[in-house]
């Protein structure tokens, strides 16, 4: 009787309010009928609101949960309304993209640079920028900071070396009537320049030889940079071919048998020769070999990116740079057809 009476003499609002509360403990009840009960975010900022309008007497028979339990809430809901940024005091601006990419470059081209090192040339080009910005920079693009300095991996020496190297081998190709033909290719190590030297049925150590006269007066000047020439064991390789880059300055280097893998630039570049055009043209004779062979070394040289030379071509020393998010017409990239239309080239639209 006494609960009846209490009823009656309460306002309206606080019976809205009640119903209100059990409504929303429904709802949670109802989305886990088969565990504890979990509430959300929207579930306690309601909760929280509806407890402004309830004496706080009576929450512990109004709320499913603890009196605690709802001022943790709101002391939840007063952290989270203080923890915005002014947006009238931005804080320190964020380094522009040319400034990463300029740090990214030195790191790359000095790889014994450390974070302070680029941060002094930076100060010295008029750009001050904090050293751990420069850090932060460094090891998001997964560049050490700080390098090791007890000397170069294998790797940054082999790459030193690479620019006085060019290697050779020959390329064996059937035409349609199964006739052998014999192709000597020559390959720098340092730009990816591949040389068609000839092409012949019936290669001898004096074609060989002649071949290699050629190839230095192709290069001219060039040949006075190189100072390594790497080939196999062949009989063709003769004395008198060696003699002919001796002659010019270069050291003949001769690989173990059966070991591939000491010439492995120059098979990778034959290999490439056979998956983008041998096995998928099919080769009439000695001068159909010829032409499709420097078609394919134009495309090569002045189109194909390389991944040694930050995909590159080898006759290209720099290439445009553009942001994706500016690709948005896609018949801006016009497709050209090359090599009788074995190989596709993609231009932007002039």
């Known amino acids: 009787m006494f609960d009846l009476?209490?009823?009656?003499?309460?306002?309206?609002?606080?019976?809205d309010v009640e119903l209100l509360v059990l409504r929303q403990e429904n709802q949670v009840l109802r989305r886990h009928l088969n565990g504890r009960p979990r509430w959300s975010h929207a579930d306690r900022l309601w909760l929280t609101a509806l407890s402004r309008l309830i004496s706080r007497c009576r929450w512990a028979e109004?709320?499913?949960?603890?009196?605690?339990?709802?001022?943790?809430?709101?002391?939840?809901?007063?952290?989270?309304?203080?923890?915005?940024?002014?947006r009238r005091h931005?804080?320190?601006?964020?380094?522009?993209?040319?400034?990463?990419?300029?740090?990214?470059r030195?790191?790359?081209?000095?790889?014994?640079?450390?974070?302070?090192?680029?941060?002094?040339?930076?100060?010295?080009?008029?750009?001050?920028?904090?050293?751990?910005?420069?850090?932060?920079?460094?090891?998001?693009?997964?560049?050490?900071?700080?390098?090791?300095?007890?000397?170069?991996?294998?790797?940054q020496f082999l790459t030193a070396q690479a620019h006085a190297i060019t290697a050779c081998d020959f390329l064996v190709v059937e035409t349609v009537l199964l006739k052998r033909l014999y192709v000597l290719v020559f390959i720098e190590h340092g730009t990816r320049k591949l040389h068609l030297a000839g092409v012949t049925e019936r290669p001898t150590g004096a074609w060989t030889v002649q071949q290699a006269r050629n190839l230095v007066m192709d290069l001219g000047d060039r040949i006075s940079g190189l100072r390594f020439l790497i080939h196999d064991r062949d009989p063709l390789f003769t004395s008198a071919f060696r003699e002919?880059?001796?002659?010019?300055?270069?050291?003949?280097?001769?690989?173990?048998?059966?070991?591939?893998?000491?010439?492995?630039?120059?098979?990778?570049?034959?290999?490439?020769?056979?998956?983008?055009?041998?096995?998928?043209?099919?080769?009439?004779?000695?001068?159909?070999?010829?032409?499709?062979?420097?078609?394919?070394?134009?495309?090569?040289?002045?189109?194909?990116?390389?991944?040694?030379?930050?995909?590159?071509?080898?006759?290209?020393?720099?290439?445009?740079?553009?942001?994706?998010?500016e690709l948005d017409d896609l018949r801006s990239i016009r497709r050209r057809p090359v090599v009788a239309g074995v190989i596709n080239e993609y231009h932007q639209a002039a």
């Not at 001022?71 to 809901?77: A, G, K």
């Not at 000095?110 to 001050?128: C, D, K, S, V």
């Open 106 to 155: 030195m790191a790359r081209e000095n790889p014994t640079w450390g974070h302070r090192r680029i941060q002094g040339e930076l100060a010295r080009l008029g750009y001050p920028i904090a050293a751990s910005t420069v850090w932060e920079i460094l090891h998001t693009a997964g560049i050490n900071p700080v390098p090791r300095l007890a000397g170069p991996t294998w790797r």
């Open 5 to 15: 009476l209490t009823v009656l003499i309460r306002s309206d609002l606080s019976k």
């Open 244 to 325: 002919v880059f001796q002659a010019e300055g270069l050291r003949a280097i001769t690989t173990l048998p059966r070991t591939p893998g000491m010439n492995a630039i120059c098979e990778r570049a034959i290999g490439t020769l056979r998956r983008e055009l041998l096995d998928r043209t099919l080769i009439l004779d000695e001068r159909h070999l010829t032409r499709v062979l420097q078609e394919y070394l134009i495309h090569y040289k002045a189109h194909r990116p390389h991944q040694s030379r930050c995909q590159r071509p080898p006759d290209i020393a720099t290439q445009p740079s553009r942001d994706v998010t």
């Open 62 to 86: 109004v709320f499913p949960v603890t009196p605690a339990t709802i001022l943790r809430w709101h002391r939840t809901l007063v952290r989270r309304k203080w923890t915005f940024t002014d």
């Open 90 to 104: 931005p804080g320190r601006p964020c380094t522009r993209r040319p400034v990463k990419a300029l740090i990214i």
